[in-house]
């Protein structure tokens, strides 16, 4: 089965930027997750789908971050203008029906670096 | 609002020592808890989970025991091998916050031969 994908990898860019990355979760997988993880800390939830509809986005800041998952597949996290704290890596998660009990899968995340 | 707190790092054992790392939360209800794993290089992984009261999850000689009573969800391991060096993170999952994970710090675990 294949895991959460993600991309890219990796990116640099200059501060007041666009950015935006992407996710593929597990196919069959209803609720997708977006996390921040800044370096040396746990991951912060930014934004919650369920199938197309947000379940939770009380922690994106919305004047720079917006998400979306179009016909509840596919998700793209975009940030604009970007400010020097967003440095951090993005992970994508995903999971079954978003139960107490069910796993959260990650991807192998987008490690973001703004100058 | 919940939180999970976890012992400071970095931890460093010597090989085939017995690795406990700490971690309390505080939750409103009855939250799901979990420790996830992350190995140099690589992404998040479940290491293992309970979801009630006094259940114990275990994977790759790892261990935690769920006490509600100590709101506490230790890690263990009888004896640790330099292939456990990682990061490890403590986590909840509750009703509240829409079953999305609330994490810890991180603790760095470093084996040595």
């Known amino acids: 089965e294949a895991g959460v994908a993600q991309s890219p990898r990796y990116k640099i860019i200059e501060k007041r930027q666009s950015v935006a990355f992407w996710c593929n979760p597990i196919?069959?997988?209803?609720?997708l997750y977006w996390y921040q993880q800044i370096l040396g800390q746990g991951p912060k939830l930014l934004i919650q789908?369920?199938?197309?509809?947000?379940?939770?986005d009380s922690q994106l800041p919305k004047d720079r971050f917006s998400a979306e998952r179009l016909k509840g597949v596919d998700s793209t996290l975009k940030i604009q203008p970007a400010k020097l704290e967003d440095s951090a890596v993005y992970l994508c998660?995903?999971?079954?029906?978003?139960?107490?009990?069910?796993?959260?899968?990650f991807g192998p995340g987008t490690r973001l670096t703004v100058l | 609002g919940d939180s999970v707190t976890q012992m400071e790092g970095p931890v460093t054992l010597s090989e085939e020592a017995f690795l406990t790392i700490n971690c309390t939360y505080t939750?409103?209800?009855?939250?799901?808890l979990f420790w996830y794993v992350q190995y140099p290089g690589e992404g998040l992984q479940l290491l293992l989970k309970?979801?009630?009261?006094?259940d114990k999850g275990s994977n790759k000689g790892f261990e935690a025991t769920y006490r509600k009573e100590t709101t506490s969800f230790h890690l263990e391991k009888g004896s640790v091998q330099v292939s456990d060096s990682a990061v490890y993170f403590c986590?909840?999952?509750?009703?509240?916050?829409?079953?999305?994970?609330?994490f810890g710090k991180g603790t760095s675990l470093l084996v040595t031969p």
């Open positions: 998660a995903s999971s079954l029906a978003g139960s107490s009990t069910d796993t959260q899968y």
């Open positions: 196919s069959g997988h209803a609720t």
């Open positions: 789908f369920q199938n197309n509809g947000v379940v939770d």
């Open positions: 939750a409103t209800g009855y939250p799901s």
């Open positions: 309970a979801t009630k009261a006094d």
């Open positions: 986590a909840l999952k509750n009703s509240n916050s829409g079953y999305a994970l609330n």
